[in-house]
């Protein structure tokens, strides 16, 4: 049988106009230490993000969100905090923010593989469910 390992996870959000403190979730981070494992994966909706905030400045956002998943995989294309180790990356990709780019509290969970934990909590807190609109009627 499978072993189950400890992991931890946050749900990546965007906060377009932070004082209002409204926000969509756009990715998810996974962080198992026994496995030595440490990705992010980004599902942008720009449909839901416009209409959230219809001034908001998608390329920019879209510039921000991809630095996430670099700095998981760390090495010098990640800057300075691409040297850290796995343990303190994660440490400062979860640390509170009052950005435009913010993480939840991180949660706890078991798991086989972090790569279908990651799939399952994509669909869980990112991904629109299946059948639910996908474009925002006039």
Known sequence: MPTRDAFEYAVVRVVPHV????????????????????DARIELDEDRLRALS????????????????????????????GEMSLHERWHWLVAPRSTMLQTSPAHPGLCESPEGAMERLLDRVVRRPVGAPQGIES
């Open 54 to 81: 219809p001034d908001v400045d998608v390329a920019l956002v879209r510039a921000h969100l991809a630095a996430i998943p670099r700095v998981c995989r760390g090495g010098p294309e990640a800057g300075p905090i």
């Open 19 to 38: 004082e209002r403190e409204e926000f969509i979730n756009v990715g998810v981070i996974v962080f198992c230490y026994v496995q030595d494992y440490l």
